[in-house]
């Protein structure tokens, strides 16, 4: 299906956009590939679940589609997609959408091999992909609130304005969550780093 | 010398330097501060470290996710797509959807705007989405309840007209309809059929309302609404073989009304299949034990949807694969969280009017999804799945497969719910 689709690869977001509101709806899928890795990985981040990313991530493309009336096609799609997709996700597990802990030995969601494999880069040092691992299992402890607001900055990339726009909140406030999400975030490290056995 | 104790920054001030988020005499001052203190230097470093490492966390989804998904999405935006584009009604919805499809190069770009629209303005901005589907269905629904209630009020001898003989040349019908009697009279004795609303017949704006009430036969049965309701609880509760048997019986009746001159025998048995799925005695009794949704998909029913038959289609093929679903439901190979994915998609690719030969395939995954959330003590929820699967059953005549997990499906939910089976 994807091959029928006309490359549209050298068009900006605004031209795809401009086709899109003309009825070219397959023009969408062009800003679905520039954008649907960075959406998905946020929206697993957020709520922690493969079946509950795909959701989120699924249906922020449709709002996205029904709202593009209101996207300035002179800016770039990807943060205003990704406001979108955190926004969605936030609702999702606020509203206490079914999820678990991610376990990092859990298999993957389509039977792969579980993350602390898949961190396995052959190219990296043990002590790197020890210290990859201890990081993912400290970001699986922290709060929601804490863990979102980590990933709107470091998965989607956004501003403090735009994290601040999705929030509803203050860009102070955005500063200030963001720096307490941080310090958890080391804190969680720092026990992780306690609960090692020694090193001979 | 005495000592004077640094004051660093706080964490929120590091974070937004590291994060570019100071400007001005603000981000010099903690670039000073930064460049001296090794502690503030580390603390922003080890962050930039451990961010990094959270960047580089490998997905678990590769390209045919990412590509699978791509297919969900514009198959749901598509189905809404063309539900919009049928609202407009300016083509038709098929058309008007295919073409909302076609790459730019293959129909020239004006053709698919709306005339009523400049795309270009500055400012422009597109209509806010109305629920046509509401207000057709609600249409459909309105003009099927006025058809009964003109039908009874005649009935009654409430409105007493005489009609006119309608010329179908039809030896029952000429013989039904004599001038100068009653329109009680004539009504009792009237052949089924819209034969007797002549001015129906004269209207050519109603012609299509016409059409549409001459292929529902229990409104046009003389027997009393009660009735018909009753001897639709009886087919149901009979099986397959009487099922059958009773509306082809019905239909067979409803094809006496037309001649010989007008239609061949193959076209009366043609009419006759059309004309046994859609009812409006089953409408009236859909209507009370239906929920909103399942509502609004009866009125897709009788909006269009055709029996069964031959193999998927593209578009419901492409669906079912964007959900990976089978294309006859199998519950030995569908899983229920994604059976609940796929409901919505379903039901509005079946409202749109896209289902068409695959309604019966659709409408048994919809008996499906209604089943998977039906809670066994709501009689109405249990009610509304058992429409579901005969509507499913009665679309599938001529999908034997369809037709025949249908009936184990409701056999077995009869069984499960407690009821005769």
């Known amino acids: 299906m994807a091959s029928e689709r006309p490359d549209r690869s050298t068009l900006s977001d605004g031209e795809l956009v401009r086709l899109i509101r003309g009825g070219e709806v397959d023009a ?24 509950d990313a795909d959701d989120v991530v699924q249906d922020a493309y449709v709002k996205a589609y029904k709202a593009l009336d209101r996207f300035a096609a002179d800016k770039p799609f990807g943060p205003w997609f990704l406001t979108i997709v955190s926004r969605t996700a936030l609702t999702r597990i606020r509203d206490g959408a079914r999820r678990a802990a991610e376990s990092l030995d859990a298999p993957g969601y389509d039977g792969s091999a579980p993350l602390s494999e898949r961190v396995a880069d052959p190219t990296q040092d043990a002590a790197a992909l020890e210290q990859r691992i201890r990081v993912e299992r400290a970001m699986a402890t922290l709060s929601d609130e804490h863990r979102a607001i980590l990933a709107l900055r470091v998965e989607g990339d956004l501003s403090y304005a735009q994290i601040a726009e999705t929030l509803d909140v203050p860009v102070g406030t955005v500063m200030s969550r963001l720096a307490r999400a941080r310090e958890a975030l080391l804190a969680a490290l720092g026990e992780e780093r306690a609960m090692e056995p020694p090193r001979s | ?12 001030e590091l974070f937004a330097y590291r994060d570019g988020e100071l400007a001005g005499d603000k981000r010099l001052l903690i670039e000073a501060h930064v460049v001296s203190c090794q502690s503030c230097r580390e603390l922003v470093d080890g962050m930039s470290a451990i961010e990094s490492d959270l960047k580089r966390r490998p997905d678990d989804v590769g390209d045919e996710y990412y590509a699978r998904m791509t297919d969900s999405v514009l198959a749901k935006i598509d189905v809404k797509h063309g539900a919009k584009a049928l609202a407009t009604g300016a083509a038709g919805g098929a058309k008007a959807a295919e073409g909302a499809r076609r790459p730019a190069e293959d129909v020239p770009r004006i053709e698919r705007r709306r005339p009523d629209v ?17 207000v057709v269905g609600t249409g459909a629904a309105a003009a099927a309840v006025l058809v009964v209630v003109v039908m009874l009020a005649q009935r009654q001898g409430e409105w007493v007209r005489a ?35 002549p001015e129906a017949k004269e209207k050519a704006g109603l012609d299509d309302l016409a059409r549409e009430a001459k292929n529902q036969a229990p409104l046009q049965s003389t027997a009393p609404l009660e009735k018909q309701d009753e001897a ?8 397959v073989s009487e099922g059958d048997a009773v509306a082809m019986k019905r239909a067979k009746n409803e094809s006496q009304t037309f001649t010989e001159g007008e239609v061949g025998a193959d076209k009366k048995m043609a009419a006759a299949k059309d004309a046994s799925p859609a009812p409006v005695g089953e409408a009236l009794s859909d209507a009370r034990v239906q929920q909103a949704p399942s509502a609004a998909v009866g009125s897709a029913d009788a909006a269009g949807a055709k029996v069964a038959g031959g193999p998927p289609t593209e578009p419901y093929a492409a669906l ?19 059976l609940l994915r796929a409901e919505n998609d379903l039901r509005y690719f079946y409202m749109s009017g896209r289902a068409e030969t695959d309604s019966a395939r659709v409408r048994l995954y919809l008996a499906e999804a209604a089943r998977a959330k039906a809670d066994p003590a709501d009689s109405a929820a249990v009610e509304a799945v058992i429409h579901h699967y005969w509507r499913a059953i009665r679309l599938s005549r001529q999908d034997p497969a369809v037709s025949a997990m249908a009936w184990r499906r409701l056999g077995e939910y009869k069984l499960e719910t407690g009821r005769a089976p």
């Open chain 2, 118 to 134: 400049d795309l270009d303005a500055e400012g422009e901005r597109r209509r806010p989405i109305f629920p046509w589907f509401g």
């Open chain 2, 232 to 239: 639709l609880r009886q087919e149901r509760a009979a099986g």
């Open chain 2, 1 to 12: 010398m005495k000592h004077v104790p640094v004051q660093h920054p706080s964490n929120e």
């Open chain 1, 28 to 51: 969408f899928a062009e800003l679905m590939r520039r954008t649907q890795r960075a959406a998905y990985r946020l929206a697993r981040r957020i709520t922690r679940r493969h079946e």
């Open chain 2, 163 to 197: 009609p006119r003989p309608v010329a179908t040349g039809g030896p029952e019908e000429e013989q039904a309809v004599v001038p100068g009697d009653s329109g009680f009279g004539e009504r009792e004795n009237a052949p089924p059929g819209l034969g007797t609303q």
């Open chain 2, 320 to 338: 079912l694969r964007a959900h990976g679903l089978p294309p006859v439901f199998d519950p030995a190979r569908v899983d229920r969280d994604a």
